[in-house]
């Protein structure tokens, strides 16, 4: 009776016999010490062997003997927000920069779910945690995280304990408003969050600094805070567009609120990019690439913020000391069509 060859499990041993040399000889080898006496003829041998016989190390094994799993762990909500899964894949890219595999797991933002997601992760030996939120808010987290490193992704910790990544909101609102100051607009209407979440507070300090850098002073009555969806982008819009002293230019604290904006817009039958310029927020290039115009925005680094938050995190694992407690990363403004050019410098 044959047997299947994918039911056969090769085996160090396997690996030896097939070479000719000890078991030892084939585990000095694959764990690349040196210093033994192993001729690099007979190295070349074994790993040629291991590729023939399709040989698989014992990853819990390595991981005990060596006190490593190689394995940091990424607990993360966002499977609820599409746009914000580059956290992921900019994780997941440095962590393969950094030598070590990403485990996923996620979390309803709970407490309750994020102790169960925590525990999954320590009871795989998870050298390392990043905590990650699909949007910006301060959270504090089950004690469980002072059992391994742990950084936070577009949130902070609340008790001001552990590292965090966050994007500089504030910058992101300066760079949105300069843009429209740019183009030659003193009369910038701005549609933005509720008004005390970071990302809203962060926005509108960024509006309020470009106005006063450029001399202009701030009508409390072009600014409206809303939720941060289309249809309130629209009403907010509306209401700014029917006013007294319409705006000429409106920042849109998201993009699906720019999305609304447009439509209130054209309603009236102003031209985007002539008429009435208009600058979103998050970069959510399902919405921002197939408005027309397309919509000038500022990014949310969400895979930047991935990959800063795997880079800390083995830092701290190798017990270096890193300074400030909140890493801030940039929020760059994309340029599209619905911004009319800059004013040429007299």
Excluded at 66 to 91: D, F, M
Aim: net charge negative; proline share 5%; hydrophobic share 40%.
């Amino acid at each position: 009776m044959e047997t299947n060859p994918r039911q056969a499990k090769v085996t160090m041993q396997d690996v030896a016999n097939h070479v000719g040399v000890s078991r030892t000889t084939v585990s000095f080898v694959l764990n690349g010490e040196t210093g033994n006496g192993i001729p690099q003829e007979t190295r070349d041998r074994v790993h040629r062997a291991v590729t023939e016989l399709g040989y698989r190390p014992n990853a819990g094994a390595r991981a005990l003997a060596s006190k490593q799993t190689k394995l940091y762990g990424l607990i993360t909500e966002i499977v609820i927000a599409p746009y914000a899964a580059n956290i992921v894949r900019g994780a997941e890219e440095q962590a393969a920069r950094e030598g070590k595999t990403l485990l996923i797991a996620s979390t309803d933002g709970s407490i309750d779910s994020d102790r169960r997601a925590i525990e999954t992760m320590l009871e795989h030996r998870v050298e390392g945690l990043i905590y990650a939120t699909s949007w910006h808010r301060g959270v504090r987290l089950p004690a469980l995280t002072d059992e391994v490193p742990t950084v936070l992704v577009h949130c902070f910790d609340e008790a001001a304990k552990l590292h965090s990544v966050i994007p500089d909101e504030a910058q992101g609102g300066y760079a949105a408003t300069m843009r429209l100051i740019g183009a030659g607009h003193d009369r910038i209407g701005f549609i933005n969050l509720d008004p005390v979440i970071p990302a809203a507070i962060g926005r509108r300090s960024g509006y309020i600094r470009a106005l006063e850098q450029a001399g202009i002073g701030l009508d409390e009555k072009l600014v409206i805070n809303e939720d941060g969806e289309a249809d309130q982008g629209y009403r907010a819009a509306a209401a700014l567009l029917d006013g007294a002293r319409p705006p000429t230019a409106i920042f849109c604290a998201t993009d699906r609120m720019a999305m609304g904006a447009y439509d209130a817009i054209k309603e009236r039958g102003f031209r985007i990019g002539d008429d009435i310029s208009v600058v979103g927020f998050d970069n959510q290039e399902i919405i921002a690439n197939y408005l027309r115009p397309s919509l000038t925005t500022v990014a949310l680094p969400f895979r930047q913020m991935g990959a800063t938050g795997v880079a800390l995190l083995a830092k701290l694992a190798a017990n270096r000391d890193l300074a400030p407690l909140q890493h801030i990363v940039e929020c760059p403004l994309v340029e599209r069509t619905s911004v009319r050019l800059p004013v040429p410098a007299s």
